[in-house]
């Protein structure tokens, strides 16, 4: 049974309808826009420098890179590929290698120093994704190449994946080991 308005020449059941059908569009609109903004707000905001320095555990290595300048670099449009060692890397660098570590730190080094760091960067954005299966060499910010295993887990040279970090420039990969460029 229908009930019509005669005044409207609408029925119930196409009232019911039309009703139902913009609850849906209403719904559907509401989702989506609720998953552009998750898709927005999952966007990364900072370069690598700031994301870096607004991140716990990379005081020495943001020291080092004030030092030697590659902040700047950091800061740019890239892309750039990030191995990162946190503070733990660096800890148990400077206590197995305390000679070498300190020779490094001595400013009449500071090229080599450098060198040391732009080890840890590939220019180019990639993600754990591009390494899965995998076993590569890839050429540093420093010129030399650095092997990149992702065969069994994530290995950079001698260091393990710890977690990744995306920036608006490029990719974080935080590492538990300071990588030595061959010398």
């Given at each position: 049974?229908?009930?019509c308005?005669?005044s409207?020449?609408?029925c119930?059941?196409d009232?019911?309808?039309?009703?139902?059908?913009?609850?849906?569009?209403?719904?559907?609109?509401?989702a989506?826009?609720?998953?552009?903004?998750?898709?927005?707000?999952?966007?990364?905001?900072?370069?690598?420098?700031?994301?870096?320095?607004?991140?716990?555990?990379?005081?020495?290595?943001?020291?080092?890179?004030?030092?030697?300048?590659l902040?700047?670099a950091?800061?740019?449009?890239?892309?750039?590929?990030?191995?990162?060692?946190?503070d733990?890397?660096f800890?148990?660098?400077?206590?197995?290698?305390?000679?070498?570590?300190?020779?490094?730190?001595?400013?009449?080094?500071?090229?080599?120093?450098?060198?040391?760091?732009?080890?840890?960067?590939?220019?180019?954005n990639?993600?754990?994704?591009?390494?899965q299966?995998?076993?590569?060499?890839?050429?540093?910010?420093?010129g030399?190449?650095i092997?990149?295993?992702g065969?069994?887990?994530?290995?950079?040279?001698?260091?393990?994946?710890?977690?990744?970090?995306s920036?608006?420039?490029?990719?974080?990969?935080?590492?538990?080991?300071?990588?030595?460029?061959?010398?």
């Open positions: 049974d229908r009930f308005d005669w409207s020449d609408v119930s059941s009232l019911e309808h039309m009703l139902r059908r913009t609850f849906l569009a209403v719904t559907a609109t509401v989506l826009m609720s998953g552009t903004a998750q898709a927005q707000s999952d966007a990364p905001t900072m370069n690598i420098w700031d994301t870096l320095v607004a991140t716990d555990g990379f005081s020495d290595l943001t020291s080092a890179m004030q030092e030697t300048g902040d700047i950091l800061q740019g449009p890239g892309p750039f590929t990030l191995f990162a060692p946190d733990d890397a800890e148990a660098f400077q206590t197995e290698n305390e000679e070498k570590a300190a020779m490094l730190m001595a400013p009449e080094n500071m090229e080599m120093f450098k060198n040391v760091l732009n080890y840890h960067v590939v220019p180019g990639y993600t754990a994704l591009d390494f299966g995998k076993t590569l060499e890839m050429e540093t910010l420093n030399q190449m092997k990149i295993d065969l069994d887990t994530m290995r950079m040279g001698n260091g393990s994946l710890i977690r990744t970090i920036a608006t420039n490029g990719t974080i990969f935080v590492i538990d080991t300071v990588q030595m460029p061959p010398m």
